[in-house]
């Protein structure tokens, strides 16, 4: 079964700064897609990055980039330029392929504190 | 851009009452998925809903839940009988095709007393 593991409970950073997420994930898929999901304290779940497993390269989104290393099974979240409005839950998920759907197995998530 | 919509954002219900969450995917949409997440856990599958079907449910999706998309528009989550773990918060989400990632809505608080 896949599982998807994300280390850190909480990180802070400095605003401005840089600051980065990790996740792990298992899996014996050779295809499949991971994203980053931000839940701010509205508890909406909102689409940060994704990335599909049969590219190489990294995906980016203005100040948010991921380090995708397949090999491994790593998928970090990189947030630069760190923002005051960027504090919430980021949660990483894997998107199993099953059934015919789709559906997404969420890691326990990391709180980010920005501090100004 | 376009939204999924749920109703309503919060719901207080007693205990062994029946809830029916609502949710309007986005129109094109074809496939359709209920999470949860009870408060302070990760977000966690319930169901993902295919072709007027259910495609796969996870063992949270015991016989007190059923799904149903009665219109062609609304995509609904029954809980007949509710208990106190039923409290949380409820995500419908849906997705185009396959190789783009869900739109979740912006949730249902439930909260049973």
């Known amino acids: 079964a896949q599982t998807v593991t994300q280390s850190q409970p909480e990180m802070s950073v400095q605003e401005a700064e840089t600051v980065t997420l990790s996740c792990t994930y298992d899996t014996s898929e050779s295809d499949y897609y991971l994203f980053w999901y931000k839940q701010p304290p509205s508890r909406q779940m909102i689409l940060v990055i994704r990335?599909?497993?049969?590219?190489?390269q990294n995906a980016t989104e203005n100040r948010f980039s991921v380090n995708f290393q397949k090999a491994a099974k790593s998928f970090s979240l990189k947030i630069s330029d760190s923002q005051l409005g960027d504090a919430a839950m980021y949660f990483c998920?894997?998107?199993?392929?099953?059934?015919?759907?789709?559906?997404?197995?969420f890691g326990t998530g990391t709180r980010l504190k920005v501090l100004a | 851009e376009p939204e999924v919509t749920q109703t309503p954002s919060h719901q207080v219900t007693q205990m062994g009452q029946e809830v029916i969450l609502r949710c309007v995917p986005i129109s094109n949409h074809l496939y359709f998925y209920w999470y949860r997440q009870i408060l302070g856990q990760k977000v966690e599958f319930l169901v993902s809903?295919?072709?007027?079907?259910?495609?796969?449910k996870s063992e949270i999706f015991d016989d007190q839940f059923s799904v149903e998309r009665p219109d062609g528009s609304n995509f609904t989550l029954k809980i007949r009988s509710t208990k106190l773990e039923d409290s949380a918060m409820y995500f419908c989400a849906s997705q185009g095709t396959a190789g783009y990632g869900y739109t979740f809505g912006s949730g249902t608080r439930l909260t049973v007393v």
């Open positions: 809903f295919y072709n007027n079907e259910i495609s796969e």
């Open positions: 998920a894997y998107r199993a392929l099953s059934g015919g759907t789709y559906k997404y197995i």
């Open positions: 990335q599909e497993a049969y590219k190489q």
